[in-house]
């Protein structure tokens, strides 16, 4: 009799398992999430010189992350394809899918001279500031 419950409660112990796994981390876990847009983190900071944008884009291509500016508001976008393990899932935790992120920028940038940098999976953008905007010495005169 210890057996069959020792076996019934093993049989409990798969059920929940493969339960968990199919809820959580299986094939169909995120196929839900399939049309869902993923805001892209990034890090933002201001230089004298520019507005300086690095995201982590592990796994993008750099001819798939697109970058687009109209008027103030700049897009950052990508779709990172979906690991194919050649073995059983156990975990996907690495993002995948279709990321983006939308900022309206609130400094005047020179458009025609922002660069844009893709290397070892991160984007790094500069937008450098409109002439009015970068910070100038003013010498003082004596008379």
Request: proline share 8%; aromatic share 4%; glycine share 4%.
């Amino acid at each position: 009799m210890a057996d069959t419950f020792h076996d019934d409660v093993m049989s409990l112990r798969d059920a929940m398992n493969e339960l968990l796994e199919r809820s959580f981390v299986g094939p169909r876990a995120r196929a839900w999430e399939r049309d869902r847009v993923y805001q892209l983190p990034i890090d933002a900071w201001m230089t004298d010189e520019a507005l300086v944008i690095k995201a982590n884009l592990p796994g993008a291509e750099p001819d798939q992350v697109e970058i687009t500016l109209e008027g103030d508001t700049l897009t950052i976008s990508t779709e990172i394809p979906k690991p194919e393990p050649p073995g059983r899932v156990i975990v996907l935790e690495r993002p995948y899918g279709k990321l983006a992120r939308t900022l309206t920028l609130n400094i005047p940038i020179q458009a025609d001279k922002i660069d844009a940098v893709f290397k070892n999976g991160v984007l790094t953008l500069t937008l450098p500031k409109a002439e009015q905007l970068k910070r100038r010495t003013i010498q003082v005169r004596t008379t």
